[in-house]
């Protein structure tokens, strides 16, 4: 069975300070992980995936995220917020040679303050 | 990546009714996917639409319920039928994700309300 828990319903953050949505995930085997944000009134647009390599993923509008195998998570991060991040994001996992279909998180809505 | 749309993008029906989401695709696929996003949820795959076959629905689904057609590789719809309350989501189209190191892609959503 594979699991993904966003821990925090919503972030607030001033805009310009560094922003991190957290995940944690639970597979058995080696995960595939996602962020997806939401705009409001949008669907889900891809940020950035994990497979293998480098711990520090680099994805779309300047976020990136961490993968920690110890820690079983892959906490998304930005630097300098922007309003315009305010968002849904969505963490999602499935595993490497498993079932094609992810489990996604329940979602973290993201407040950026001016 | 692939560029997905969605008819109607939202839509207010009475109970008891049934609507009909169409979803389009710019490139050829194999497999479509149908999510619910339930408000303040996830997403559930409701099922997993094949060209030439009949859907598979996921445990709590069922086609008299959502029926779902899929008349050849850039198209799909699903019908959201006998309408309830409880039906009031967004239903989302995706694509892509079966492969290795592929990534999953989703259509702007339909936003359903019933009254």
């Known amino acids: 069975a594979q699991s993904v828990a966003q821990p925090e319903d919503q972030v607030n953050v001033a805009e310009g300070n560094p922003l991190t949505v957290k995940c944690t995930y639970s597979?058995?085997?080696?995960?595939?992980l996602f962020w997806y944000v939401q705009y409001p009134n949008r669907g889900l647009q891809f940020l950035l995936k994990?497979?293998?390599?480098?711990?520090l993923v680099k994805g779309s509008y300047g976020f990136e995220a961490e993968f920690n195998k110890s820690q079983t998570s892959f906490h998304l991060k930005k630097p300098s917020a922007l309003v315009s991040d305010s968002a849904l994001y969505f963490c999602?996992?499935?595993?490497?040679?498993?079932?094609?279909?992810?489990?996604f998180g329940r979602g973290t809505s993201l407040i950026v303050h001016p | 990546s692939a560029v997905i749309s969605q008819k109607p993008s939202r839509d207010i029906c009475q109970r008891g009714t049934s609507l009909t989401i169409q979803c389009q695709v710019d490139?050829?696929?194999?497999?479509m996917f149908w999510y619910r996003q339930q408000p303040g949820q996830s997403l559930t795959l409701i099922a997993t639409?094949?060209?030439?076959?009949?859907?598979?629905?996921e445990s709590g689904f069922v086609i008299d319920k959502f029926p779902i057609s899929r008349p050849n590789l850039t198209f799909s719809t699903l019908t959201v039928s006998n309408m309830s309350p409880e039906d009031s989501s967004i239903y989302l189209c995706?694509?892509?994700?079966?492969?290795?190191?592929?990534?999953?892609?989703f259509g702007p959503g339909t936003r359903l309300l019933v009254l």
């Open positions: 995706s694509v892509g994700g079966t492969g290795f190191q592929e990534t999953q892609y």
């Open positions: 597979v058995s085997g080696n995960p595939y």
């Open positions: 994990y497979i293998t390599g480098d711990n």
């Open positions: 999602a996992v499935r595993v490497i040679g498993g079932s094609y279909i992810p489990t």
């Open positions: 490139s050829q696929v194999t497999m």
């Open positions: 639409a094949n060209q030439g076959s009949e859907a598979t629905y």
